[in-house]
Every structure is written in structure tokens, then in C-alpha cells.
């Protein structure tokens, strides 16, 4: 299949997919890598691992294509939305490992249907087919992910943040803000679990803990997402329900 086949077979697939609307891709540090090219982007995603722009990004230019896909495998909206989020967390997971042929390879073969190339855009459609056939999804009442609440570039992150504090930190978090676990109920289980803390150290232990979670999340994934918060700490733990509700962990 040529790739002007192929392309005018997405555009299809994206039309008739409602896409949802990701705002970030309006934002000026987005704007501002808008022109690279995919190769670019990539590159600069492997060169500097600790920023976030670069991956938001690609999320953004791939996010119709991806949504699209998925969304007509899906079951229903909850699931696709649910999948979406995966797909782009195994995505992050995975882009740094791609190696894309030398760019003259890749224009020499574009015109010809008998040679293949990896472009970002197959792999990425390549991934996504994975994740597709590979997941096994739970059902609709159990998802509580909402994707409007929770830019998959900004969920990926933070996950990844949370990953870094101190495991007891991380725990209260958890506890406290996706299972709505009062300060006197979380006392009550690290105290079985050996922890010597009241209510009182829970709540001021929560307090610097997402502090720590906000100062673990890129510099720049702050600057997109959470740009009105005058304490970066308070908004992402406004956040953390949603960001972690959808994690198959």
C-alpha cells in the first residue's frame, strides 16, 4: 500500500472520529516546537529525557490519529479514552528506544511501495495496534479515568513523579486523594503496617508530599499544564485522583 494510500485511510479514519480537544496544543512552549520536524522532535526528546515539551508535543501532532485508531476497536467512549491513556504511557516508555532510518534512506524509499521506512508516524500506528490487540480493559464501571481531566502527557508524568517520592509518601498520597482515606483511617493502617505516625504527622506528612510531587514533575509540564496554580503543589494534588485512578498498577 503506497503511502498516499495510507495517508488518505487515516484522514478518513480521523474524520469520522469526534477527536477530543487538548488545549496544551495552544500553548506557547508547544507552539514554539510546532515547526520541528518529527525526526527533530525526537531527537531532542533523546538528548534532554528530563523535559517534558518534547513528548507533549508529538502528543499533540499524533493525538487524532492514535484517538481515532482506538476509538473505532474500543467498545465504548470510556474504554477508548481509557486505552488512549495507556497507549500513550507506552509510548513514553518506548520512544526513546526508536531509531529512525538516515534521512536520506527515508526520502530515497518514500516514493516507492516496495521498500519500507520507519517514519515516527508508522511506529507510532504500529504501537498503537499493539496496545490495541494486547489489552485487556476492565469494564466501563470500573474506569474511573476521565480524560478531560487528565491529559494523558500530564497523567504519564505525574506517574512517573509519584514513582520518585519516598514510598510512605507516595502511599499517603494515594490513600488520601484517589481512595479519599481520612488522616485517622491512614494513621490507623501504617500503624499496622508498623509506622509509628498520628492523624496530625498524616496530614502534614500529605502536605509536604505533594509538595514533593510538584517538584518532581518536569519544569515545563508545569508550565503547560498547571500555568494559573500559584501553589504548583495544591494543583497537582487537586489532580491526583484522576491521574492515578487509571493506572492498571
Not at 23 to 36: F, G, K, N, Y
Not at 43 to 71: E, H, Q
Not at 94 to 121: F, I, K, M, W, Y
Not at 224 to 233: F, R, S
Request: glycine share 2%.
Amino acid at each position: 500500500m503506497s503511502t498516499s494510500t495510507v495517508d488518505r485511510a487515516l484522514t478518513s479514519a480521523v474524520m469520522s472520529v469526534q477527536i477530543p480537544l487538548f488545549p496544551e496544543a495552544s500553548h506557547e512552549i508547544v507552539q514554539q516546537l510546532a515547526p520541528l520536524s518529527d525526526r527533530d522532535l525526537l531527537n531532542r526528546f533523546k538528548a534532554d529525557p528530563t523535559a517534558g515539551r518534547y513528548f507533549t508535543t508529538i502528543f499533540c501532532r499524533y493525538s487524532p490519529i492514535v484517538y481515532s485508531l482506538i476509538r473505532h476497536s474500543a467498545r465504548s467512549p470510556v474504554q477508548a479514552d481509557y486505552l488512549f491513556a495507556l497507549t500513550w504511557r507506552h509510548i513514553l516508555n518506548e520512544l526513546g528506544g526508536l531509531v529512525l532510518p538516515p534521512e536520506e534512506q527515508a526520502h530515497r524509499t518514500n516514493g516507492d511501495q516496495n521498500q519500507s521506512t520507519t517514519s515516527l508516524q508508522s511506529w507510532l500506528i504500529n504501537i498503537t495496534a499493539v496496545c490495541i490487540n494486547q489489552a485487556i480493559l476492565p469494564e466501563v464501571e470500573d474506569i474511573h479515568y476521565v480524560l478531560a481531566e487528565a491529559s494523558p502527557p500530564l497523567w504519564c508524568y505525574t506517574e512517573r513523579a509519584l514513582n520518585q517520592l519516598d514510598p510512605i509518601e507516595r502511599l499517603i498520597i494515594i490513600m488520601a486523594q484517589t481512595f479519599r482515606w481520612s488522616d485517622t483511617r491512614i494513621a490507623a493502617y501504617l500503624q499496622a503496617e508498623g509506622e509509628q505516625i498520628t492523624p496530625v504527622a498524616v496530614a502534614n506528612r500529605l502536605r509536604v508530599a505533594c509538595r514533593h510531587l510538584a517538584e518532581a514533575l518536569p519544569e515545563d509540564i508545569r508550565q503547560i499544564y498547571l500555568p494559573t496554580q500559584p501553589a504548583p503543589a495544591a494543583g497537582i494534588a487537586s489532580q491526583v485522583p484522576e491521574l492515578v485512578a487509571a493506572s492498571p498498577d
